[in-house]
């Protein structure tokens, strides 16, 4: 993950960032999301463990680079995946501090677009980001290119049980 990347999950948006900041950063993201008190919290503390990782022993800017800082992101992100999490037949990965969506989404395009994704029509794929994103680069990245860039971990919901008739 990125430095960058990790900085936002983790709302940091100071001008120094030091480590003591990352751990209570950390700290303070955990006992939000825990599993224990946030029922689809299991992905976010995969994605605020590995943030944490990326950023141990960390001192420098706290500004993100290529875009704004989103203080506020970490619970839109949480209520986005929370969202579609359990809708069937939808590929979902995080790469960096973004979500993308693929397989069978045109049956989910009103719930994609409530919960706030954006279609990306090159990469055939809804994305969630950001709001205050800008991109400096505008190369025509595939989506492999994204996943080799800031790495990529698969989403899973729960499974729905189906009960049979006797």
């Known amino acids: ?3 960058s990347d990790a900085l936002v999950l983790l709302a940091l948006t100071q001008d120094h960032v030091t480590p003591s900041d990352v751990k209570t950063a950390y700290r303070k993201a955990c006992s939000k999301y825990h599993p224990d008190r946030n029922p689809h919290g299991l992905e976010m503390m995969k994605a605020i463990n590995s943030a944490y990782e990326a950023l141990k022993g960390y001192e420098g800017p706290g500004s993100r680079v290529g875009g704004g800082t989103e203080e506020n992101y970490p619970e839109k992100l949480s209520a986005a995946l929370k969202a579609i ?5 939808l590929e979902i990965e995080v790469c960096g501090s973004w979500v993308w969506v ?4 045109k049956t989910h395009k009103a ?4 919960a706030g994704y954006r279609w990306a029509g090159k990469k055939v794929a809804w994305y969630f980001r ?3 994103y800008k991109s400096k680069a505008r190369g025509n990245w595939s989506l492999d290119d994204i996943r080799a860039s800031h790495g990529s971990r698969a989403v899973h919901g729960k499974k729905q049980r189906v009960l049979k008739s006797a």
């Open 1 to 3: 993950m990125l430095t």
């Open 85 to 89: 999490i359990n809708l069937a037949a």
């Open 102 to 105: 693929t397989g069978d989404t």
């Open 111 to 114: 719930a994609l677009k409530d």
């Open 130 to 132: 950001p709001a205050d």
